[in-house]
């Protein structure tokens, strides 16, 4: 069986390169792989990017887990240092107290803020000032 696959491999054409033009007509720019009309204004062998291997696949997918891994812990870490939630008691104090404690979570979390970390404060406030 192993023979059949080199055989097949030695037999395969390889992933050669294209000749690519580049011509210009006037103000227009084109790029093709068939010849220009005229002359081309540039000429180059484009090489196709090969298929990453298992092992690069695998390296990827290992460093997505732990870029994952450390974002959890720095958004756990930014939730342990943010205020606890104001009650609600529709007082004016409430709604302003309520204000105040969004401001003040917005500010510690700084650019990592989240979707669902401002819809539950736009919920407080809503809450807290009805």
Known sequence: MKRWIW????????ANAQQVYK?????????????????AAKTWDAV?????SNAEQ???YRIRQELQRR???????????????MPGNNS?????AAKAHQQAVL???GIRRTHDLLR??????????R
């Open 92 to 96: 004016p104090d409430a709604c302003a």
């Open 48 to 52: 196709p990017v090969p298929e990453p």
């Open 7 to 14: 055989v097949l491999v030695a037999f395969c054409p390889a």
């Open 71 to 85: 974002y959890a812990s720095d958004r756990a870490a930014t939730a342990a240092r943010m205020p606890t939630p």
């Open 23 to 39: 011509c210009v007509s006037g103000k227009d720019v084109s790029y093709q792989s068939s010849p220009c009309a005229g002359p």
């Open 107 to 109: 500010a510690a979390a």
């Open 58 to 60: 695998w390296r990827r």
């Open 120 to 129: 539950a404060l736009d919920e407080q406030v809503t809450r807290a000032c």
